[in-house]
Protein backbone atom coordinates (compact mmCIF):
# COMPACT_ATOMS: atom_id res chain seq x y z
CA UNK A 1 0.00 0.00 0.00
CA UNK A 2 0.73 3.38 -0.67
CA UNK A 3 2.56 5.67 1.81
CA UNK A 4 0.06 8.46 1.34
CA UNK A 5 -2.74 5.99 1.46
CA UNK A 6 -1.59 4.78 5.03
CA UNK A 7 -1.32 8.48 6.24
CA UNK A 8 -4.24 9.12 4.91
CA UNK A 9 -6.39 6.43 6.58
CA UNK A 10 -4.27 6.59 10.26
CA UNK A 11 -5.39 10.53 9.69
CA UNK A 12 -9.47 9.60 9.35
CA UNK A 13 -8.66 7.19 12.41
CA UNK A 14 -7.61 9.85 14.39
CA UNK A 15 -10.26 11.92 13.52
CA UNK A 16 -12.80 9.48 14.13
CA UNK A 17 -11.37 8.59 17.44
CA UNK A 18 -11.41 12.30 18.78
CA UNK A 19 -15.02 12.49 16.71
CA UNK A 20 -16.30 10.26 19.03
CA UNK A 21 -14.54 11.00 22.13
CA UNK A 22 -15.94 14.47 21.59
CA UNK A 23 -19.73 13.19 21.27
CA UNK A 24 -19.00 11.19 24.50
CA UNK A 25 -18.50 14.42 26.00
CA UNK A 26 -20.90 16.91 24.60
CA UNK A 27 -23.93 14.83 23.66
CA UNK A 28 -23.97 11.91 26.49
CA UNK A 29 -21.99 13.69 28.99
CA UNK A 30 -23.24 16.70 31.10
CA UNK A 31 -20.09 18.73 29.16
CA UNK A 32 -21.65 21.16 27.18
CA UNK A 33 -24.30 22.16 29.65
CA UNK A 34 -22.23 22.86 32.84
CA UNK A 35 -18.18 23.13 33.39
CA UNK A 36 -18.02 25.94 30.91
CA UNK A 37 -20.80 28.47 32.23
CA UNK A 38 -19.95 31.02 35.05
CA UNK A 39 -20.77 30.21 38.25
CA UNK A 40 -20.68 31.12 41.65
CA UNK A 41 -21.55 29.54 45.27
CA UNK A 42 -23.90 29.73 47.68
CA UNK A 43 -23.48 28.06 51.13
CA UNK A 44 -26.73 26.43 53.02
CA UNK A 45 -27.21 25.02 56.34
CA UNK A 46 -29.31 21.77 56.45
CA UNK A 47 -30.79 20.21 59.99
CA UNK A 48 -30.54 16.96 58.09
CA UNK A 49 -29.38 16.25 54.15
CA UNK A 50 -30.76 12.92 54.07
CA UNK A 51 -29.18 11.32 50.81
CA UNK A 52 -28.35 14.21 49.35
CA UNK A 53 -24.95 13.98 47.60
CA UNK A 54 -22.35 15.67 46.22
CA UNK A 55 -23.03 16.18 42.48
CA UNK A 56 -27.23 16.72 42.95
CA UNK A 57 -28.81 18.94 40.72
CA UNK A 58 -30.04 22.25 42.86
CA UNK A 59 -33.51 23.38 41.01
CA UNK A 60 -35.49 26.10 40.72
CA UNK A 61 -39.04 25.67 39.15
CA UNK A 62 -38.13 22.64 38.10
CA UNK A 63 -35.18 23.77 35.94
CA UNK A 64 -31.32 22.79 36.99
CA UNK A 65 -29.63 26.26 37.75
CA UNK A 66 -26.63 24.80 39.48
CA UNK A 67 -25.26 21.59 41.40
CA UNK A 68 -24.00 20.72 44.82
CA UNK A 69 -19.94 21.31 45.13
CA UNK A 70 -19.59 19.73 48.44
CA UNK A 71 -21.18 18.64 51.85
CA UNK A 72 -19.66 18.86 55.32
CA UNK A 73 -20.65 18.86 58.96
CA UNK A 74 -20.17 21.89 60.94
CA UNK A 75 -18.96 20.42 64.32
CA UNK A 76 -20.04 23.71 66.08
CA UNK A 77 -23.85 23.89 65.13
CA UNK A 78 -24.19 19.94 64.68
CA UNK A 79 -25.88 20.84 61.04
CA UNK A 80 -24.92 20.30 57.53
CA UNK A 81 -22.96 22.81 55.34
CA UNK A 82 -23.73 22.52 51.72
CA UNK A 83 -21.56 24.18 49.01
CA UNK A 84 -24.00 25.51 45.76
CA UNK A 85 -22.47 26.23 42.39
CA UNK A 86 -25.14 28.31 40.60
CA UNK A 87 -24.88 29.47 37.17
CA UNK A 88 -24.12 33.12 36.88
CA UNK A 89 -27.27 34.07 34.49
CA UNK A 90 -29.65 33.21 37.53
CA UNK A 91 -29.56 35.64 40.56
CA UNK A 92 -31.80 34.51 43.65
CA UNK A 93 -33.47 37.26 46.35
CA UNK A 94 -31.95 37.44 49.59
CA UNK A 95 -34.67 35.69 51.48
CA UNK A 96 -34.54 32.23 49.17
CA UNK A 97 -35.93 29.24 50.36
CA UNK A 98 -33.87 26.29 50.37
CA UNK A 99 -34.87 22.78 50.46
CA UNK A 100 -34.12 19.01 50.12
CA UNK A 101 -36.73 17.57 47.92
CA UNK A 102 -37.04 14.44 46.25
CA UNK A 103 -37.75 13.53 42.62
CA UNK A 104 -40.42 10.86 42.42
CA UNK A 105 -40.74 8.44 45.15
CA UNK A 106 -37.46 6.50 44.57
CA UNK A 107 -35.84 9.44 42.90
CA UNK A 108 -32.23 10.92 43.38
CA UNK A 109 -32.67 13.60 46.53
CA UNK A 110 -32.35 17.30 45.14
CA UNK A 111 -32.17 21.10 46.03
CA UNK A 112 -35.09 23.09 45.29
CA UNK A 113 -34.57 27.12 45.71
CA UNK A 114 -37.97 28.99 45.70
CA UNK A 115 -37.35 32.26 44.94
CA UNK A 116 -38.81 34.92 47.64
CA UNK A 117 -39.23 38.65 47.29
CA UNK A 118 -36.30 40.48 48.47
CA UNK A 119 -34.53 43.41 46.10
CA UNK A 120 -31.30 42.45 47.42
CA UNK A 121 -30.02 39.54 45.54
CA UNK A 122 -27.35 36.74 46.68
CA UNK A 123 -23.74 37.51 46.36
CA UNK A 124 -21.01 34.72 45.75
CA UNK A 125 -20.24 33.35 49.04
CA UNK A 126 -23.96 34.10 50.67
CA UNK A 127 -25.27 31.81 53.22
CA UNK A 128 -29.05 30.83 52.33
CA UNK A 129 -30.59 31.45 55.49
CA UNK A 130 -34.40 29.76 55.68
CA UNK A 131 -33.76 25.97 54.38
CA UNK A 132 -35.87 22.70 55.00
CA UNK A 133 -34.62 19.93 56.12
CA UNK A 134 -34.75 16.64 53.70
CA UNK A 135 -37.90 14.62 54.75
CA UNK A 136 -36.71 11.03 56.57
CA UNK A 137 -39.12 8.61 55.83
CA UNK A 138 -39.08 6.88 59.57
CA UNK A 139 -39.77 10.19 61.17
CA UNK A 140 -42.58 11.22 59.15
CA UNK A 141 -43.93 7.38 59.75
CA UNK A 142 -43.69 8.20 63.22
CA UNK A 143 -45.47 11.34 63.15
CA UNK A 144 -47.95 9.89 61.21
CA UNK A 145 -48.85 7.00 63.99
CA UNK A 146 -48.61 9.05 66.60
CA UNK A 147 -51.25 10.98 64.88
CA UNK A 148 -53.16 7.92 64.69
CA UNK A 149 -52.91 7.23 67.98
CA UNK A 150 -53.96 10.33 69.26
CA UNK A 151 -57.01 10.68 66.85
CA UNK A 152 -58.01 7.20 68.36
CA UNK A 153 -57.63 7.93 71.88
CA UNK A 154 -60.05 11.27 71.14
CA UNK A 155 -62.28 8.76 69.56
CA UNK A 156 -62.40 6.87 73.39
CA UNK A 157 -63.30 10.23 75.34
CA UNK B 1 9.77 -4.18 29.56
CA UNK B 2 12.40 -1.46 30.86
CA UNK B 3 13.36 -1.50 27.18
CA UNK B 4 10.07 -0.61 26.04
CA UNK B 5 10.07 2.47 27.84
CA UNK B 6 13.16 3.67 26.92
CA UNK B 7 12.26 2.89 23.43
CA UNK B 8 10.33 6.34 23.14
CA UNK B 9 13.43 7.01 20.87
CA UNK B 10 10.91 5.09 18.46
CA UNK B 11 8.65 8.07 18.33
CA UNK B 12 11.63 10.03 16.22
CA UNK B 13 10.42 7.55 13.33
CA UNK B 14 7.22 8.20 13.56
CA UNK B 15 6.34 6.33 9.84
CA UNK B 16 7.05 3.34 11.39
CA UNK B 17 4.28 3.84 14.33
CA UNK B 18 1.64 5.02 11.74
CA UNK B 19 2.13 2.22 9.27
CA UNK B 20 1.41 -0.30 12.48
CA UNK B 21 -1.28 2.10 13.79
CA UNK B 22 -2.68 1.64 10.29
CA UNK B 23 -2.53 -2.34 11.07
CA UNK B 24 -3.34 -2.44 14.13
CA UNK B 25 -6.01 0.19 14.62
CA UNK B 26 -7.54 1.01 11.14
CA UNK B 27 -7.88 -2.64 10.51
CA UNK B 28 -9.64 -3.09 13.62
CA UNK B 29 -12.23 -0.68 13.23
CA UNK B 30 -14.77 -2.85 11.21
CA UNK B 31 -14.96 -5.27 14.25
CA UNK B 32 -15.01 -2.64 16.92
CA UNK B 33 -17.58 -0.59 15.25
CA UNK B 34 -19.72 -3.92 14.33
CA UNK B 35 -19.50 -5.32 17.73
CA UNK B 36 -20.48 -2.19 19.54
CA UNK B 37 -23.45 -1.70 17.72
CA UNK B 38 -24.76 -5.13 18.65
CA UNK B 39 -23.46 -4.54 21.97
CA UNK B 40 -25.32 -1.26 22.47
CA UNK B 41 -28.78 -1.97 20.53
CA UNK B 42 -28.72 -5.68 22.89
CA UNK B 43 -28.19 -3.41 26.05
CA UNK B 44 -30.86 -1.21 24.63
CA UNK B 45 -33.33 -4.34 24.18
CA UNK B 46 -32.89 -5.88 27.40
CA UNK B 47 -32.97 -2.41 29.77
CA UNK B 48 -35.78 -1.67 28.03
CA UNK B 49 -37.11 -5.44 28.96
CA UNK B 50 -36.57 -5.07 32.65
CA UNK B 51 -36.78 -1.07 33.00
CA UNK B 52 -40.62 -1.64 31.88
CA UNK B 53 -41.63 -3.42 34.50
CA UNK B 54 -40.94 -0.31 36.67
CA UNK B 55 -42.33 2.07 34.64
CA UNK B 56 -39.22 3.44 33.92
CA UNK B 57 -38.46 3.16 30.04
CA UNK B 58 -36.89 6.33 29.59
CA UNK B 59 -33.81 5.48 32.15
CA UNK B 60 -32.86 2.85 29.44
CA UNK B 61 -30.72 5.82 27.73
CA UNK B 62 -29.39 6.47 31.07
CA UNK B 63 -28.27 2.38 31.71
CA UNK B 64 -27.22 1.97 27.85
CA UNK B 65 -24.63 5.32 27.89
CA UNK B 66 -22.94 4.66 31.96
CA UNK B 67 -22.86 0.48 31.34
CA UNK B 68 -21.32 1.32 28.13
CA UNK B 69 -19.04 4.29 29.01
CA UNK B 70 -17.62 2.75 32.31
CA UNK B 71 -17.66 -0.54 31.78
CA UNK B 72 -18.33 -2.19 28.84
CA UNK B 73 -16.58 0.33 26.32
CA UNK B 74 -13.31 -0.37 27.56
CA UNK B 75 -13.30 -3.96 28.34
CA UNK B 76 -15.12 -5.43 25.26
CA UNK B 77 -12.73 -2.99 23.31
CA UNK B 78 -9.85 -4.37 24.81
CA UNK B 79 -10.56 -7.53 24.73
CA UNK B 80 -11.83 -7.56 21.05
CA UNK B 81 -8.47 -5.57 20.61
CA UNK B 82 -6.63 -7.91 21.93
CA UNK B 83 -7.47 -11.16 20.15
CA UNK B 84 -7.35 -9.16 16.63
CA UNK B 85 -4.44 -6.94 17.15
CA UNK B 86 -2.37 -8.38 19.76
CA UNK B 87 -2.24 -11.65 18.66
CA UNK B 88 -1.26 -10.59 15.43
CA UNK B 89 1.61 -8.68 16.58
CA UNK B 90 2.86 -11.57 18.72
CA UNK B 91 2.52 -13.75 15.91
CA UNK B 92 4.36 -11.47 13.83
CA UNK B 93 7.10 -10.33 15.70
CA UNK B 94 7.70 -14.19 16.59
CA UNK B 95 7.46 -15.42 13.00
CA UNK B 96 9.99 -12.63 12.54
CA UNK B 97 12.47 -14.01 15.18
CA UNK B 98 11.90 -17.47 14.00
CA UNK B 99 13.14 -16.79 10.45
CA UNK B 100 15.96 -14.91 12.17
CA UNK B 101 15.04 -11.48 10.05
CA UNK B 102 15.35 -9.73 14.31
CA UNK B 103 18.77 -11.30 14.37
CA UNK B 104 19.44 -10.40 10.55
CA UNK B 105 18.65 -6.80 11.73
CA UNK B 106 21.13 -7.14 14.77
CA UNK B 107 23.87 -7.98 12.63
CA UNK B 108 23.02 -4.66 10.58
CA UNK B 109 23.43 -2.83 13.50
CA UNK B 110 20.01 -2.04 13.53
CA UNK B 111 18.27 -2.22 16.94
CA UNK B 112 15.07 -4.91 16.54
CA UNK B 113 13.54 -3.28 19.70
CA UNK B 114 13.89 -0.02 18.02
CA UNK B 115 12.49 -0.98 14.61
CA UNK B 116 10.18 -3.69 15.27
CA UNK B 117 8.95 -4.09 18.95
CA UNK B 118 8.60 -0.24 19.74
CA UNK B 119 6.51 1.09 16.89
CA UNK B 120 3.96 -1.84 17.43
CA UNK B 121 3.95 -0.87 21.15
CA UNK B 122 3.15 2.89 20.73
CA UNK B 123 0.99 2.30 18.06
CA UNK B 124 -0.79 0.17 19.97
CA UNK B 125 -0.88 2.72 23.23
CA UNK B 126 -2.38 5.28 20.60
CA UNK B 127 -4.87 3.33 19.02
CA UNK B 128 -6.73 1.62 22.01
CA UNK B 129 -8.18 4.88 23.46
CA UNK B 130 -9.41 5.81 19.97
CA UNK B 131 -11.19 2.36 19.45
CA UNK B 132 -12.59 2.20 22.84
CA UNK B 133 -14.38 5.92 22.42
CA UNK B 134 -15.45 4.88 18.72
CA UNK B 135 -17.15 1.49 20.45
CA UNK B 136 -18.90 3.55 23.27
CA UNK B 137 -20.39 6.07 20.98
CA UNK B 138 -21.84 3.67 18.26
CA UNK B 139 -22.89 1.61 21.20
CA UNK B 140 -24.80 4.39 22.38
CA UNK B 141 -25.85 4.66 18.77
CA UNK B 142 -27.08 1.14 18.42
CA UNK B 143 -29.09 1.37 21.88
CA UNK B 144 -30.85 4.66 20.57
CA UNK B 145 -31.82 2.99 17.68
CA UNK B 146 -33.38 -0.13 19.16
CA UNK B 147 -34.87 2.14 21.88
CA UNK B 148 -36.12 5.29 19.97
CA UNK B 149 -36.67 4.39 16.65
CA UNK B 150 -37.60 0.54 17.07
CA UNK B 151 -39.58 0.80 20.12
CA UNK B 152 -40.42 4.30 20.04
CA UNK B 153 -39.36 5.58 23.94
CA UNK B 154 -39.61 9.24 24.11
CA UNK B 155 -36.33 10.92 22.47
CA UNK B 156 -36.06 13.93 24.53
CA UNK B 157 -36.23 11.89 27.78
CA UNK B 158 -33.98 9.36 26.34
CA UNK B 159 -30.56 11.69 26.18
CA UNK B 160 -31.65 14.11 28.83
CA UNK B 161 -31.51 11.48 31.01
CA UNK B 162 -28.32 10.47 29.69
CA UNK B 163 -27.12 13.89 29.95
CA UNK B 164 -27.68 14.02 33.57
CA UNK B 165 -26.57 10.77 34.73
CA UNK B 166 -23.18 11.00 32.76
CA UNK B 167 -20.51 13.38 34.30
CA UNK B 168 -18.28 13.99 31.64
CA UNK B 169 -15.16 13.97 34.62
CA UNK B 170 -16.11 11.27 36.28
CA UNK B 171 -17.30 8.87 33.77
CA UNK B 172 -15.78 9.91 30.70
CA UNK B 173 -12.82 10.75 31.53
CA UNK B 174 -12.50 7.56 33.87
CA UNK B 175 -13.41 5.69 31.26
CA UNK B 176 -10.43 7.06 28.88
CA UNK B 177 -8.25 6.43 31.89
CA UNK B 178 -9.37 2.94 31.79
CA UNK B 179 -8.30 2.37 28.12
CA UNK B 180 -5.09 3.96 28.57
CA UNK B 181 -4.34 1.51 31.03
CA UNK B 182 -5.19 -1.24 29.01
CA UNK B 183 -4.03 -0.66 25.73
CA UNK B 184 -0.17 -0.43 27.60
CA UNK B 185 -1.19 -4.17 29.45
CA UNK B 186 -2.38 -5.84 26.37
CA UNK B 187 0.18 -4.51 23.85
CA UNK B 188 3.41 -4.70 26.36
CA UNK B 189 1.89 -8.32 27.00
CA UNK B 190 1.75 -9.28 22.68
CA UNK B 191 4.93 -7.74 21.92
CA UNK B 192 6.58 -9.00 24.87
CA UNK B 193 5.25 -13.03 24.04
CA UNK B 194 6.49 -12.43 20.67
CA UNK B 195 9.81 -11.28 20.80
CA UNK B 196 10.18 -13.80 24.05
CA UNK B 197 8.90 -16.96 22.08
CA UNK B 198 10.73 -19.67 21.04
CA UNK B 199 11.81 -19.76 17.62
CA UNK B 200 9.84 -23.15 16.45
CA UNK B 201 6.35 -22.92 14.53
CA UNK B 202 5.24 -25.00 17.93
CA UNK B 203 6.61 -21.53 19.86
CA UNK B 204 5.16 -18.89 18.21
CA UNK B 205 1.38 -20.74 18.01
CA UNK B 206 1.81 -21.02 22.04
CA UNK B 207 2.95 -17.50 22.48
CA UNK B 208 -0.46 -16.16 20.11
CA UNK B 209 -2.16 -18.61 22.93
CA UNK B 210 -0.92 -17.15 25.51
CA UNK B 211 -1.09 -13.82 24.58
CA UNK B 212 -4.81 -13.50 23.78
CA UNK B 213 -5.35 -15.89 27.27
CA UNK B 214 -2.98 -13.46 29.50
CA UNK B 215 -3.81 -10.19 28.26
CA UNK B 216 -7.83 -11.25 28.76
CA UNK B 217 -7.18 -12.31 32.22
CA UNK B 218 -4.90 -8.72 32.95
CA UNK B 219 -7.77 -7.15 31.15
CA UNK B 220 -10.42 -8.24 33.31
CA UNK B 221 -8.39 -7.91 36.58
CA UNK B 222 -7.08 -4.22 35.92
CA UNK B 223 -10.96 -3.65 35.36
CA UNK B 224 -11.68 -4.74 38.41
CA UNK B 225 -8.48 -2.77 40.35
CA UNK B 226 -9.38 0.44 38.50
CA UNK B 227 -13.29 0.57 39.19
CA UNK B 228 -12.53 -0.26 42.95
CA UNK B 229 -10.57 2.62 42.30
CA UNK B 230 -12.61 4.90 40.43
CA UNK B 231 -15.88 4.37 41.33
CA UNK B 232 -15.86 3.52 45.24
CA UNK B 233 -20.04 3.59 45.80
CA UNK B 234 -19.77 7.03 45.75
CA UNK B 235 -23.47 8.11 44.36
Not at chain 1, 16 to 23: K, P, S
Not at chain 1, 116 to 137: F, Q
Amino acid sequence: MQRTTMDLWVGLFVAAGIGALLVLALKVGNMGTYSAAQSYTLLGNFENIGGLKPRAPVKSAGVVVGRVVDIQFNPETFDAVVTMSIDSRYQFPKDTFASILTSGLLGEQYIGLAAGGDEVMLKSGDKIMKTNSAMVLEEMIGRFLFNKASESNGDKN
Amino acid sequence: MLMLLKSGISLRRFHLIIREIYFTGVLSLIIIVVSGLFVGMVLGLQGYETLQKYGSESAVGTLVALSLVRELGPVVAALLFASRAGSAITAEIGLMKATEQLAAMEMMAVDPIARVVAPRFWAGVISMPFLAAMFSAVGIFGGYLVTVVLIGVDEGSFWSQMQNAVDFRYDIVNGVIKTCVFGVAVTAIAVFEGYDAPPTAEGVSGATTRTVVTSSLAILGLDFVLTAFMFRGMS
